[in-house]
């Protein structure tokens, strides 16, 4: 009985002297000066067109797509973006030559900015065009902060006909980096 009451009354001063241990005080103004800086890297853009669809008569025409980009439709994201860039790999193995268009859109579909790529014709090997990155800063960052589409048009060069039985295809990769700021 005794030895319980001695373990007891041990516990207790144990436990009080952990109450009353060191400790400093804690700044939470520290919070204030927090500064994030994530990075995001997604997907910007991706298709694959059949040479069979792009057929032409020799002369130069244009394939458009446009696509949705609302990105910057949510507040917290555009006041936080403080750069951007865009990475794109174009593949073509099709013996033509092709610009390809990138245009950055408002909502009343005006052209903000036209990003262009020379894509060389097919010659019987690999045909992989890695593009110097595009940067997004300042000014240029403001332009694509309105962007709410982004539409592609495909040039053909002038050459022989692509019709229905014409092989290969003409293929576009590419990346956004987003930086961020949160404060």
Do not use: H, W
């Not at 009354?9 to 919070?31: N, T, Y």
């Not at 130069?60 to 951007?84: M, Q, S």
Request: a negative charge.
């Amino acid at each position: 009985m005794k030895s319980n009451s001695s373990r007891k009354i041990s516990s207790i001063i144990l436990l009080a002297f952990l109450f009353f241990s060191c400790s400093s005080d804690l700044d939470f103004d520290q919070v204030k000066d927090l500064k994030l800086e994530p990075v995001f890297v997604a997907n910007l853009a991706y298709f694959d067109i059949p040479a069979n669809q792009l057929i032409d008569d020799g002369g130069t025409n244009v394939y458009p797509d446009v696509r949705d980009f609302d990105i910057f439709k949510e507040k917290f994201f555009t006041e936080r973006l403080k750069k951007a860039e865009f990475d794109f790999e174009v593949e073509n193995n099709i013996n033509r030559a092709f610009v390809l268009n990138m245009l950055l859109l408002n909502d009343q579909n005006e052209v903000l900015q036209t990003i262009s790529f020379t894509v060389p014709s097919y010659k019987g090997t690999p045909n992989v065009i890695k593009y110097p990155t595009e940067v997004f800063e300042n000014a240029r960052l403001d332009l694509l902060k309105q962007t709410q589409k982004i539409g592609f048009v495909v040039v053909i060069a002038s050459g022989s006909p692509l019709n229905s039985q014409s092989e290969g295809n003409l293929k576009l990769r590419s990346s956004a980096t987003a930086y961020l700021v949160i404060e």
